[in-house]
């Protein structure tokens, strides 16, 4: 009975430690893509084809998400609303759901499954096929040409195809309730102006900032750290999608205390 | 005997429990092709990873040229990496450049050379080392592995280096193909005067390439020489090594059923 508790307590104690001992790396990761990555010399290149990676290519979808996160929004609120306050609300929580919550976090999560799984893909098969080495001995700073650029594009890009998704998702609600639940348009768009204001925006756009931060760090980290061939690489991938999901939410938690908590 | 142009003392790196290089001493004379031969897992590569900088070792002194070569930073680590060009086992090229950007790759970004000048210099190098123009345009993935070496070796003598490395060149080749890179690799050190160390379990390339061959058995160089006196080494882990007898004083990790 002593032995099983000792062993359960060292299973936790492994647990723990080893808990600790990833938050160490991760930490130290963070720091050398911040003092390394972020700073002179830039790969110009290497920033574009990101920016255009993380976030042209992820503009469809994002809009798409965007744009059904809309509409369905607008149904739940009309259909829990009474018929004298459903004029006034579906447009208002529409647009500030979508603005503070669901456009950030979902255009976060839609990323992190497209972009952060395709970072630490791409990272991990360059570091089991010893691409990264190469790298160095070619006097490159992998921190340099593959983490900077990516930290950048991904903070620059995800700002962006929020404030897209943001308009995409308050149409999808206008499109829902003017076609769909009879709403006037012009009353529709009125409300959603009057209840709108730029704090609502700023914060969604600060969170997919930060979220952009999370997504690009934890695709470069899991890929850098990836070992042991093609399963390594599909652990990494796997790493850097649940990692970062987990981390967004976490964050949104964190931000949205911050932003609008009681003061 | 020469100054030691590249010295190696009591080199030691371990991962976790797992002690990899156990004290390496070893040196390498300038303008002379040493082959480290050895088993798998013996601590080859990442010897060589350790002169890179790719590796802290744990304890020792690694010396180029008489410097200090351990914890290097900033423009002291370029100009070190600069003296250096490497062949890496499976060739390492950047999937998604083309050809002649790998090859120029270390000139444009390592060195800030303009890429039309660069773009000539590659191809002159692929020219050396048997590749025609229109190679240069294609990606890695449309290579055969062959041709894959070829651009590998390309891309380590691109800008000249004083020193290079080369890891397992031949492996996954045919007998043909791996005799006609090591005629590239001779060809292309005695042109460029440069400084070598190859890591190899193929002792054709060995005898092929190598001035010296030195031998390392868990961590330890135990036995080094000039080539030629390898089959007189007097050592019985030598002799096994280079006749492939699964018997002797090397105990191959094999669990039996």
Not at chain 1, 163 to 179: K, L
Not at chain 2, 77 to 86: A, I, S, V
Request: proline share 3%; with cysteine; glycine share 12%.
């Amino acid at each position: 009975m002593r032995f099983a508790s000792l062993n359960i307590l060292q299973v936790i104690g492994q647990v723990v430690l080893g808990l600790l001992a990833e938050i160490g790396r991760l930490a130290l990761f963070a720091k050398d893509a911040l003092v390394i990555g972020l700073t002179p010399r830039f790969y110009g290149g290497q920033i574009l084809q990101q920016l255009f990676i993380i976030g042209y290519t992820s503009l469809p979808v994002v809009a798409l998400t965007a744009f059904f996160t809309g509409g369905a929004l607008a149904l739940q609120i009309y259909t829990g609303s009474s018929a004298t306050t459903a004029a006034t609300l579906v447009p208002s929580i529409v647009a500030i759901g979508i603005t503070r919550e669901l456009g950030p976090v979902l255009a976060g999560l839609m990323v992190s499954g497209r972009v952060g799984a395709s970072i630490a893909a791409e990272l991990g098969t360059m570091k089991v096929t010893e691409q990264t080495d190469a790298l160095i001995t070619l006097s490159t700073n992998p921190f340099k040409y593959l983490v900077g650029p990516r930290l950048i594009a991904a903070v620059l890009s995800l700002p962006v195809l929020v404030f897209i998704g943001d308009i995409i998702g308050v149409m999808g609600g206008y499109v829902i309730g003017t076609r769909a639940l009879g709403f006037n348009g012009a009353a529709f768009l009125k409300t959603t102006a009057d209840t709108l204001h730029s704090d609502d925006v700023t914060s969604g756009l600060i969170k997919a900032a930060v979220f952009g931060f999370i997504i690009a760090l934890m695709g470069c980290y899991n890929g850098f750290n990836s070992k042991g061939g093609a399963q390594g690489v599909g652990r990494a991938t796997t790493n850097a999608v649940v990692a970062s999901a987990i981390l967004i939410l976490a964050a949104n938690f964190a931000l949205t205390s911050l932003l609008f908590g009681k003061h | 005997m020469a100054e030691p142009f590249i010295k190696l003392t009591d080199l030691r790196k371990s991962f976790g429990p797992k002690h990899v290089l156990n004290g390496i001493n070893l040196s390498v004379e300038k303008g002379r092709s040493l082959v480290v031969i050895g088993g798998s897992g013996t601590g080859k590569s990442v010897m060589l990873k350790c002169i890179l900088g790719i590796l802290q070792p744990d304890r020792g002194a690694i010396e180029v040229g008489g410097q200090n070569a351990v914890d290097l930073k900033g423009t002291a680590r370029d100009e070190y990496l600069h003296r250096f060009g490497m062949l890496f086992q499976g060739g390492a090229l950047f999937d998604s450049l083309s050809v002649w950007e790998n090859v120029a790759f270390g000139l444009i970004q390592g060195r800030g050379m303009a890429r039309a000048k660069a773009r000539e210099l590659a191809m002159e190098k692929l020219g050396l080392v048997g590749l025609t123009a229109d190679v240069g345009a294609l990606y890695p993935a449309e290579l055969s592995g062959g041709m894959q070496k070829r651009v590998g070796l390309a891309r380590a003598i691109a800008a000249d280096p004083e020193i290079i490395f080369f890891d397992e060149p031949t492996t996954g080749l045919d007998p043909i193909m791996a005799d006609v890179i090591n005629n590239l690799i001779v060809d292309s050190v005695h042109r460029l005067g440069a400084t070598t160390i190859s890591i190899t379990h193929d002792m054709a390339s060995a005898r092929k390439i190598g001035d010296d061959i030195a031998m390392i058995y868990k961590g330890e160089i135990i036995w080094q020489g000039a080539a030629k006196m390898v089959d007189r080494s007097g050592s019985a882990y030598v002799d096994q090594f280079i006749h492939g007898k699964a018997d002797g004083p090397i105990k191959m990790d094999v669990r039996k059923g």
